[in-house]
């Protein structure tokens, strides 16, 4: 799945669903966010895998950060929230 998350480019966010999907395990939501929450690779970007709805979810324990590096990519953030999700979501190609 971390190849799957490699994929998103600056400024967009998907899913923890969106990744389990696109992985070829639709159900595995909950572990998608288990990973990402441990992942320390820099070559990840784990701040880009949000929560349903538009929540941010955790990011290691820091969601001030998380925060801070959706917006420095241009992402609105508000009460805890990515907004214009329909804007800013991930919908691969091919």
Same mark, same amino acid.
């Given at each position: 799945?971390?190849?799957?998350?490699?994929?998103?480019?600056? &400024? #967009?966010?998907?899913? $923890? =669903?969106?990744?389990? +999907? /696109?992985?070829?395990?639709?159900?595995? !939501?909950?572990? %998608?966010?288990?990973?990402?929450?441990?992942?320390?690779?820099?070559?990840?970007?784990?701040?880009?895998?949000?929560?349903?709805? &538009? #929540?941010?979810?955790? $990011? =290691?324990?820091?969601? +001030? /950060?998380?925060?801070?590096?959706?917006? !420095?990519?241009? %992402?609105?953030?508000?009460?805890?929230?990515?907004?214009?999700?329909?804007?800013?979501?991930?919908?691969?190609?091919?």
């Amino acid at each position: 799945m971390l190849w799957v998350v490699r994929r998103i480019p600056p &400024g #967009r966010v998907a899913t $923890y =669903g969106e990744i389990a +999907a /696109l992985a070829g395990r639709p159900r595995a !939501a909950r572990a %998608v966010g288990n990973v990402m929450r441990g992942c320390r690779r820099p070559d990840v970007p784990c701040h880009r895998v949000i929560a349903a709805g &538009g #929540r941010l979810g955790g $990011y =290691g324990g820091s969601e +001030a /950060l998380k925060r801070s590096l959706l917006v !420095a990519e241009g %992402v609105v953030v508000s009460g805890g929230r990515v907004r214009e999700l329909e804007r800013v979501g991930w919908k691969p190609r091919g």
